[in-house]
T-cell receptor, first 114, second 112 residues
C-alpha cells in the first residue's frame, strides 16, 4: 500500500504566488524526499529531509517535517510557470536492509498560470 | 553523465506477447529499482536490486513478471505473457549509498 498520501491532489495558482503541498505517511522513516515530474518524463529529486530535521531550504523550496504527526509540507515560493509539474513525496522506512527503498505518494498536480 | 537510460521509450504489443524492458543505470550506482506508474495506482515499486542481487520483489504483481540484473550496468524487466492491464509507464531508477534516486524517462507500455 502507498506510504504517502498527498493533498491537495491538484493545485492551480497564479505566477508569483506561493504553492504549498502536504504529505502524510504511516510508519517510521529514515528520511522523506520530494520529487518533481514533468509530463512524459521521469521523476527528478528536489530535496531530502532526515527524520531528525524539522526544516530544510533549497532555493525557493522549503520543506518541513513533523514526525509526531507523520507529515511533511513542501512550499514553493514566488512560483513560476516553469514550476508546473506533479510533485511527489517519498519515504524511506527504517526497516533493516531496506536502504534506498522509497515508497511514493500519489502526488500533487501543480499548475502555475502566467 | 548520460543518466539512467531506458529502452524502448514506447512499446505497443498484443495481449499474450512477451515484453522486455531494458535499463542501464548510472555508472557507479549500486542500487536499481523498477517502478510502475498508472493513473489508478500511482507509482508502485515492483522490485529492487542492491549490488545486482534482488532484495525485495514483493511488489511484482504475479509470476508473469520477472526481472534480472546480470551485471552492474544492465537490468531487464520481462512480462510474459502480457495482458492489457499491464499497460502503464515503467520506470527504472538507480542510486548509490546516501544519494537520491535518479530516474530514467520511462517506457510507456500499451498492451492491446
Amino acid at each position: 500500500s502507498q506510504q504517502g498520501e498527498e493533498d491537495p491532489q491538484a493545485l492551480s495558482i497564479q505566477e508569483g504566488e506561493n504553492a504549498t503541498m502536504n504529505c502524510s505517511y504511516k510508519t517510521s522513516i529514515n528520511n522523506l524526499q520530494w520529487y518533481r515530474q514533468n509530463s512524459g518524463r521521469g521523476l527528478v529529486h528536489l530535496i531530502l529531509i532526515r527524520s531528525n530535521e524539522r526544516e530544510k531550504h533549497s532555493g525557493r523550496l522549503r520543506v518541513t517535517l513533523d514526525t509526531s504527526k507523520k507529515s511533511s509540507s513542501l512550499l514553493i515560493t514566488a512560483s513560476r510557470a516553469a514550476d508546473t509539474a506533479s510533485y511527489f513525496c517519498a519515504t524511506e522506512g527504517v526497516i533493516y536492509n531496506q536502504g534506498g527503498k522509497l515508497i511514493f505518494g500519489q502526488g500533487t498536480e501543480l499548475s502555475v498560470k502566467p | 553523465d548520460a543518466g539512467v537510460i531506458q529502452s524502448p521509450r514506447h512499446e505497443v504489443t498484443e495481449m499474450g506477447q512477451e515484453v522486455t524492458l531494458r535499463c542501464k543505470p548510472i555508472s557507479g550506482h549500486n542500487s536499481l529499482f523498477w517502478y510502475r506508474q498508472t493513473m489508478m495506482r500511482g507509482l508502485e515499486l515492483l522490485i529492487y536490486f542492491n549490488n545486482n542481487v534482488p532484495i525485495d520483489d514483493s511488489g511484482m504483481p504475479e509470476d508473469r513478471f520477472s526481472a534480472k540484473m546480470p551485471n552492474a550496468s544492465f537490468s531487464t524487466l520481462k512480462i510474459q505473457p502480457s495482458e492489457p492491464r499491464d499497460s502503464a509507464v515503467y520506470f527504472c531508477a538507480s542510486s548509490s549509498s546516501n544519494s537520491p534516486l535518479h530516474f530514467g524517462n520511462g517506457t510507456r507500455l500499451t498492451v492491446t
